[in-house]
């Protein structure tokens, strides 16, 4: 073991990302790319990093990895300062997927997979292992079909998920990921999106994910942080927060003209009945209401309570239980916002 991998051993449970006044000015710049960035990643959470172009949301990841070093400030993972590593060591502590996948061309899928794992002189069984295991975990199976192809033979869809099976070789505890399914069409992206989800839910990395598109950011994150032009940070909360509350002029425009439509497909039916007084007597006329299930999103129950024009709505898995019009259209605040992630 190397004196890295036991450090890092040693913090194994703690892959938070800290970034302290992270500043980034490429040579010849007057202005910093990214400017004094103060941001706290959890372990296990999945931050996603949005903003306009050449806000500076790419040029923060790859100052976690040292593609590009700092110019003043500190980033810490697992509360070590990322500067006291070899930038080598390092990265393989760290998954990193990009757009277009990144596989090497004349690689095959194993081969593309397998270079971590070889850098780090893992017996070949291990590898295979490994590889087979990973590519089940991103719905490329049964796994001997797709071992021995070559990255052109796959579909935009498959490359990226042999990119996403990559980045994850070595099981680093946190993963970088740019624009990973930018280059995928929106169906496609949608299935991505809710397989990686998944796997994410599985695997737990402390993942920092990098997007342009502020819905795959609310469907994604966990938390969301936005920057703005000249690389400063505008809001840092969870999709429900900023969506509910955004800071300023520039975070609402930025969210977009449907921000109610979109706050109202985060919330479940679910979710308002456990903010809504749990002993409210059932109305008079309840049983022409239309009936909605807990896991329906708000938006989903308020189109079928328009359809049906009733005050509320009653909720199958509740015996007794309802919500009503005002609810749905205002939810209740949470009792607390501690469901993220760490
Ligand atoms: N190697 C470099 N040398 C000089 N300037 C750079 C370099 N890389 C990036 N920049 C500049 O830094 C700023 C931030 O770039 P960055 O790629 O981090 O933005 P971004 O938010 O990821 O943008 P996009 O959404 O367009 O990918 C931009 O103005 C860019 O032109």
């Not at 700092?70 to 006291?84: A, F, N, P, V």
Request: include cysteine.
């Amino acid at each position: 073991m190397t004196e890295h991998a036991r450090a890092m051993s040693e913090h194994a449970g703690d892959s938070s990302i800290t970034f302290e006044r992270a500043t980034k000015t490429y040579p010849g710049q007057g202005a910093p790319a990214l400017d004094a960035l103060d941001l706290a990643v959890k372990s296990g959470e999945l931050v996603c990093l949005v903003g306009p172009s050449g806000g500076g949301k790419t040029t923060a990841l790859q100052l976690v990895n040292r593609l590009v070093d700092l110019t003043s400030g500190t980033i810490r993972i697992g509360g070590r300062d990322i500067m006291t590593l070899a930038p080598i060591e390092l990265r393989r502590t760290i998954g990193y997927a990009i757009q277009a996948s990144g596989l090497f061309p004349h690689y095959t899928v194993a081969e593309n997979i397998a270079i971590v794992p070889s850098i780090l002189k893992w017996d070949r069984a291990r590898i295979r292992a490994r590889t087979a295991e990973l590519l089940e975990l991103v719905g490329l199976t049964p796994v001997e079909d797709w071992l021995d192809r070559y990255p052109a033979q796959l579909s935009g869809g498959q490359q990226q998920r042999v990119g996403i099976a990559r980045a994850l070789a070595a099981d680093p505890p946190v993963m970088l990921m740019d624009e990973p399914f930018g280059a995928l069409d929106p169906i496609t992206r949608l299935s991505v999106q809710d397989e990686f989800l998944e796997i994410h839910q599985r695997v737990g990395k402390t993942t920092l994910f990098v997007t342009h598109d502020i819905d795959e950011a609310i469907k994604m994150g966990d938390r969301i942080a936005i920057l703005r032009p000249g690389g400063t940070l505008a809001q840092f909360d969870t999709p429900e927060q900023i969506l509910l509350h955004p800071v300023d002029e520039f975070v609402a425009e930025f969210l977009g003209a449907e921000r109610g439509l979109k706050r109202l497909a985060l919330t479940t039916v679910g979710e308002v009945l456990e903010r809504v007084r749990p002993d409210a007597v059932l109305p008079a006329g309840a049983a022409q209401w239309p009936v909605v299930s807990a896991a329906m999103t708000v938006r989903e129950a308020l189109a079928l309570v328009s359809v049906a024009g009733t005050d509320g709505a009653v909720v199958a898995e509740a015996p007794g239980r309802f919500v009503t019009l005002g609810e749905l259209v205002h939810p209740p605040a949470a009792r607390d916002t501690a469901g993220v992630a760490g």
